[in-house]
């Protein structure tokens, strides 16, 4: 049965449509920030970072609305079999993996508005600037970006190896957690 909100033993449809939503989008936007990025200064490269942006601010906004949906529905716990130690490793990584998802958009949003090059989301309307046009501090803030969006891929690294340990060397039913199809043998 699909359950819409969390249950002890797995995560609801609301939980697992948002996180493989996010999972996808960041996986577009770290392609469409690298090629953007590749391209030399023409009009091409402000389009492509433009789409960028705005992605980025949609993963933003998803991202937000991952955690309010998580504060009102706890996620399942993990099983008391599994190492204490693994346990607080799984927690520390997740949260990590939540801070970066926030700090990596807010970084590339204050990169953008300190270069002076507002966010107009997907040509429908004009975002605020996070902070006043500074070029002295958009350099800075451009590193920042780049730096966490470094930690978040390997991170997410990490977390991609984990669940495809627990799914095929393990086969314990955790990364079921997040499907909505449930093992044959558990
Ligand atoms: C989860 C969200 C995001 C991810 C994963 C992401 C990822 C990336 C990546 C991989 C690059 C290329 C870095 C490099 O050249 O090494 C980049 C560049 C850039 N990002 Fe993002 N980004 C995100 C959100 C945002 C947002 C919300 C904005 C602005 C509103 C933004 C603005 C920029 C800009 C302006 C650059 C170009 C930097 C340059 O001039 O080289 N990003 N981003």
Same mark, same amino acid.
């Given at each position: ?21 996010? +999972?996808? =989008?960041? !996986? #577009?936007? $770290?392609? *469409? ?6 391209? %030399?200064? &023409? @009009? ?13 601010? +949609?993963? =933003?906004? !998803? #991202?937000? $609305?991952? *955690? ?6 706890? %996620?399942? &716990? @993990? ?17 990590? !993996?939540?801070? $970066?998802? *926030? ?33 002295? *501090? ?49």
């Amino acid at each position: 049965m699909i359950e819409i909100r969390n249950t002890n033993e797995s995560y609801g449809i609301i939980a697992q449509s948002l996180h493989w939503l996010v +999972a996808a =989008l960041v !996986l #577009v936007q $770290l392609g *469409l920030g690298l090629y953007a990025a590749s391209l %030399p200064v &023409s @009009l091409a490269r402000l389009q492509w970072l433009s789409h960028h942006k705005s992605l980025g601010l +949609a993963i =933003l906004a !998803l #991202v937000l $609305l991952r *955690l309010a949906w998580r504060s009102l529905n706890p %996620p399942p &716990s @993990l099983p008391g079999s599994m190492p204490r130690w693994q346990r607080s490793a799984a927690t520390a990584l997740h949260w990590m !993996l939540y801070l $970066l998802l *926030l700090l990596v958009p807010l970084a590339g949003w204050m990169h953008a508005s300190a270069a002076g090059l507002s966010v107009n989301w997907f040509g429908l309307f004009q975002v605020p600037d996070l902070i006043s046009k500074q070029p002295e *501090l958009s350099d800075l803030l451009k590193t920042l970006h780049k730096g966490c969006v470094a930690l978040l891929a390997m991170l997410l690294l990490g977390h991609v190896g984990a669940a495809l340990r627990h799914a095929l060397v393990l086969r314990d039913g955790i990364a079921h957690r997040m499907l909505p199809w449930k093992p044959r043998r558990m």
